[in-house]
């Protein structure tokens, strides 16, 4: 019986065993994404996905990484820290992966980022554009520009409208509040008046009371950022309520609520968003458009894109997957320029993008058009 | 002025149906069950399934009001029935853990996303001021209906004289006669159907999601609390109190204590107004506004 139980035990032993080892074939090399592919930005993060796909594509073609051809595991975080966390463990520890890429909002890529920095993994963020991103770590890298950068253009944008007194509307984490007090200083610089800021908390059934806190001050305009299907309640609620037909509302980051936001509720909208420029933007369209039928999801699938596409020329110019060899090489490519699909990615001494196309968007129909 | 307690209001009717029915129950059996707070996500997320199965609104909304009622019946006889047997507080415990199951089972079926059911848009409604949605007139009408109703099915009907016999004594209450186990059973039905029509209201007028019933748990205890467990129509009065408190804390303009304009709380801090309410209550009026049989929550 004892002998029964021992060789069973064993058994179970060995199974274990066998469930540790990777599931990925030996002849493939593996990177690690984590990206919301559920929760209110899913449609953002369904966006990344396909800049990633389009990207693993790419590099396949063009010979894979080190040899092998390129497969990138992909985690949804749920649009939860914590569980962005567990999946960031599993691709270190499970998949050993040599470096992961990740997440989308800042609340989350923060915490994302200082696990893997602890943890001694590289690193690249594709999407968060908070300031307090610069403070990651050492292992981190960001390809997309922070948002002192984003602020001072949305600042310019809505002067350049006539809108001199606006309300602030952001969320309250990582992001919102660094979009809060960046625009808040830039746009005082330039001669407007911020004269009030709220800041909601996500995930509430409704954003009523916070519309009708903003409505209080009556400014000129309605300056405000929210993710995907937040950012669609926000603007119906600001439909039903009757605030949106009577000022105008700017979208910080137009992209991130857009496509979410039936027409009906976004009539005369418009923002700002990351942009796209050269030849290399102009091909990852229209790889995109032939794959998948439709025009960009977000602005962020390029960055997805271009954050794959980076780390596999550094893997391939380190030579290994060593973590020092992968972090001196991401320097030296950061220093010397990479041309992606958003332009030219250079890294600056923080690790993070030094200049950063951004385009003006004004809302047709269901459709997000830039213009000039 | 106006604005205010329209908002006021409509917070209230949100609170008052799940807090009834909370008290209501909780007269008979003597247990607050935690769990109804997720019936109420269960009856929302139901009725926005069905209607994305091709059922109309009014379709979908009743018949996932019925499905909750029997699924609040079931619990009962499953869960709480047994536990009872064993001691109050070990039945709160078990609705506690029945809660976080539904809440995950919510998070698998549904995910974190927050969903709305599909409605015509409305133009908004200017009243004295006051912004107002249709959807908002609606349901809070079908709030005061479906309390009015149950205001009367108590006072007035046979089934309410009984629930109240079966509320003060029960075991003389089954002396004479009475059924307990079938008045309870049906008022537990009642409960699952309130609480239900509580979350579709809410489905009504803003979106859903997995984390609806947590935020509601602390306002609807207090309301129910407030207006004496086991009081069940005087938490109506509890649900208005708390809606008040909270619409002070996110309405009032302390712009001028902060040297700005315009400056408000922020909205979340709205369930501070519940703690502390909640908190001066259980120290210094611990059976409620009102003086009921309950001595102690």
């Known amino acids: ?372 | 002025m106006f604005q205010f307690f329209s908002d006021a209001l409509l917070r209230a009717a949100d609170l008052a149906l799940i807090a009834v029915a909370l008290s209501a129950v909780y007269s008979l059996i003597r247990f607050p069950n935690v769990a109804l707070v997720q019936y109420a996500v269960v009856g929302a997320f139901l009725a926005i399934s069905l209607q994305s199965a091709g059922l109309g609104l009014v379709a979908a909304a009743a018949l996932s009001t019925l499905a909750v009622g029997a699924l609040a019946v079931l619990f009962n006889l499953a869960i709480f029935e047994r536990l009872l047997k064993v001691e109050s507080s070990i039945a709160l415990i078990g609705s506690l853990a029945l809660s976080m199951i539904l809440s995950a089972v919510f998070l698998l079926v549904y995910g974190p996303t927050a969903y709305r059911l599909q409605l015509p848009v409305l133009a908004p409604i200017r009243l004295m001021g006051v912004r107002l949605t249709t959807w908002q007139l609606w349901t809070l009408g079908l709030s005061v209906v479906v309390l009015a109703l149950f205001a009367l099915l108590l006072l007035r009907t046979r089934l309410g004289a009984e629930m109240r016999a079966v509320a003060t004594n029960a075991p003389l209450a089954a002396a004479t006669g009475i059924e307990t186990r079938r008045v309870t059973n049906i008022v537990v039905f009642l409960s699952g159907m309130m609480a239900a029509i509580g979350g579709i209201t809410l489905a009504l007028r803003g979106s859903v999601s997995i984390d609806m019933g947590t935020n509601l748990l602390l306002p609807v205890f207090a309301a129910a609390i407030l207006g004496g467990l086991g009081n069940a129509l005087s938490a109506i009065v509890g649900a208005i109190v708390i809606a008040l408190a909270e619409t002070v804390i996110t309405n009032t303009n302390l712009g001028p204590l902060m040297g700005e304009a315009v400056w408000f709380l922020p909205a979340s801090y709205a369930p501070v107004a519940s703690f502390a309410i909640l908190v001066l209550f259980l120290l210094f009026r611990p059976r409620g506004l009102f003086v009921s049989e309950v001595t102690r929550v």
């Open chain 1, 1 to 372: 019986m004892d002998n029964k139980l021992l060789s069973l035990a064993g058994v179970l032993a060995l199974g274990a065993l066998f469930h540790a080892v990777p599931a990925v074939a030996a002849d493939e090399f593996t990177l690690g994404a984590i990206i919301p592919l559920s929760g209110a930005s899913a449609t953002t993060g369904e966006d990344q996905r396909r800049g990633i796909e389009l990207a693993v594509k790419d590099v396949n073609a063009k010979g894979g990484v080190l040899g092998k051809p390129l497969k990138v595991i992909i985690e949804d975080s749920g649009g939860k820290p914590q569980t962005a966390i567990d999946a960031a463990k599993k691709l270190v520890s499970v998949d050993k992966v040599p470096l992961v890429i990740g997440e989308y909002s800042s609340g989350i890529t923060i915490p994302l980022g200082q696990y893997l920095v602890q943890e001694g993994i590289p690193h690249i963020n594709p999407a968060s554009t908070s300031g307090l991103v610069r403070k990651i770590g050492a292992t981190s890298h960001s390809m997309v520009g922070l948002d002192n950068v984003s602020t001072e253009f949305a600042a310019r944008d809505v002067l350049g409208h006539g809108w001199k007194n606006v309300t602030i509307l952001a969320m309250n984490n990582a992001f919102g509040q660094g979009v809060a007090e960046e625009f808040r200083k830039h746009f005082e610089a330039k001669g407007g008046k911020v004269l009030s800021t709220v800041m909601y908390t996500l995930g509430q059934p409704s954003y009523r009371r916070e519309l009708q806190q903003i409505e209080a001050a009556k400014p000129d305009a309605y300056v405000f950022t929210a993710y995907g299907t937040e950012g669609a309640l926000i603007m119906q609620e600001a439909f039903e309520l009757g605030l949106q037909q009577e000022k105008p509302f700017y979208s910080i980051l137009i992209t991130m609520m857009n496509k979410d936001t039936p027409a009906e509720f976004k009539k005369g909208l418009i923002g700002m968003d990351v942009g796209y420029l050269g030849a290399g933007g102009e091909s990852y369209r229209k790889d995109y458009e032939a794959a998948y039928k439709e025009g960009f999801l977000s602005a962020y699938g390029g960055y997805a894109h271009d954050a794959v596409e980076f780390a596999a020329a550094a893997i391939n110019k380190a030579g290994s997957t060593d973590h020092a060899a992968v972090l001196k090489a991401i320097d030296e490519l950061g220093k010397q320029g990479f041309d992606g699909a958003t332009g030219e990615i250079k890294l600056d001494a923080d690790r993070q993008r030094t200049s950063q196309p951004y385009l003006k968007f004004k809302v047709e129909g269901a459709k997000l058009v830039p213009y000039e």
